[in-house]
């Protein structure tokens, strides 16, 4: 399945490369490389993304998304794909330029400069802005980075430019009406994020949509989650299609949209990557029956009982240990959701300075919460979870 957008064809699976799969963290060994921003990481698992690289090209498919800040994501990519496939007009890379780690144009020479290093590559097909939102949008403004890409793609060094997004729909109407230059638009769309109130997925497509502009989908399976045959609409799919997996129906919603130039997957895994590819190779558009299942189970998902943080944030400021409380309470209700401790949290938790082991029961943030959590003892449910 495969449309034209901005004067080019390809089916509309894309591979993600933020999730790659690693080899065992060796705790009495150097990382492979220095800690980039997110701390020292384990070696990727070369083999095994070499594999799936493989599968993913000889089934037809040609769009791989990475990004600067992605630790060693761009030069995965490069030892992977690029330097194992020298036709280089045979597939598409997307990348992307993160205004945190640029303060000038001399900024954001230098990062695109290492990126072009890090791929080796004569030019990028799909540059994007990346995780523009109100405060970032200011900045992309402030330091002229529209400019910036434009001139790129005039060099002929970009054949496309846009950017990823995570704000409101006001911001996102605002980006569009100032910026109708912008080629696509990456967005968060996926089926439980699709009414909510904090992403409001469905807005967004909307917006994007009003504006004719193409849409490259992030997050179609919520990082995984809702890949998951363990969480309680698993049973809901397998009732109806019992040999399709979670993972084809968050596809599947997906793909039924009008105006989708790619839908990204964040595949860490072989068998994730050919059950993705099977889908896509066999895509069936959904029915009113598949709508209202894919609705009931996004239904059932907001409703599992949890613990009922409005992430208000009352807590934090007031905790001596500095931890980021309603970021460790959305991990621990992701737990009571899935109910599988060996994925509770995944890459999210390492972000977090503080973590759930440091509480020491001082009670400071219970005092401040509006829903009178016993915040304390959340946090020592988490912890054996995902301190090792």
């Known amino acids: 399945m495969s ?6 064809s390809f089916p509309k699976l894309g591979f993600g490369f933020m999730r790659l799969p690693r080899l065992p963290m060796d705790p009495s060994a150097p990382p492979a490389a220095p800690a980039g921003p997110f701390g020292p990481q384990a070696p990727f698992d070369m083999d095994q993304i070499c594999k799936m690289v493989d599968h993913f090209i000889e089934n037809g498919y040609t769009y791989f998304d ?9 030069e995965a990519l490069r030892d992977s794909l690029i330097k194992r496939y020298p036709d280089r007009e045979k597939y598409q890379i997307a990348t992307k330029l993160n205004l945190m780690f640029a303060n000038d144009k001399k900024g954001m020479e230098e990062q695109f400069n290492t990126t072009m290093t890090r791929l080796d590559t004569p030019y990028i097909d799909f540059y994007l802005l990346h995780g523009l939102g109100k405060d970032s949008a200011k900045k992309a403004e402030d330091l002229g980075a529209w400019d910036y890409v434009k001139g790129l793609k005039e060099e002929g060094k970009v054949k496309h430019y846009g950017f990823s997004f995570h704000g409101s729909p006001d911001d996102l109407e605002d980006i569009l009406t100032k910026h109708p230059d912008a080629e696509f638009v990456q967005l968060q ?25 193409p849409i490259a989908v992030m997050e179609p399976l919520k990082g995984g989650k809702l890949a998951s045959e363990t969480f309680p609409p698993a049973a809901d799919f397998k009732a109806v299609e019992p040999n399709d997996s979670s993972a084809s129906w968050g596809l599947r919603f997906i793909a039924d949209l009008d105006g989708i130039m790619i839908i990204l997957s964040g595949m860490s895994a072989y068998d994730q990557l050919t059950d993705n590819v099977k889908t896509f190779n066999a895509l069936k558009p959904l029915n009113d029956t598949d709508r209202a299942i894919i609705a009931a189970a996004a239904e059932t998902v907001r409703k599992f009982q949890s613990v009922p943080c409005t992430a208000c944030n009352y807590c934090s400021p007031n905790c001596p240990q500095k931890i980021n409380i309603p970021a460790l309470i959305g991990i621990y209700n992701e737990y009571l959701l899935y109910k599988d401790p060996t994925n509770v949290g995944g890459h999210m ?19 401040h919460c509006p829903q009178n959590i016993d915040i304390p003892d959340v946090l020592a449910k988490l912890s ?3 301190d090792k």
Do not use: M
């Not at 996926?190 to 909510?196: E, G, K, V």
């Not at 503080?354 to 009670?363: N, P």
């Open 384 to 386: 054996p979870l995902v």
């Open 189 to 213: 769309l996926n089926y439980l994020d699709w009414d909510s109130e904090d992403v409001q997925s469905r807005k967004l497509y909307e917006i994007a949509h009003a504006h004719n502009t």
């Open 3 to 8: 449309d034209k957008y901005l004067g080019e």
């Open 349 to 367: 938790y390492n972000f977090q300075p503080a973590k759930a082991k440091d509480c020491i029961s001082c009670g400071a943030c219970v005092e």
């Open 66 to 74: 990475t990004a600067f800040i992605y630790q060693g994501s761009e």
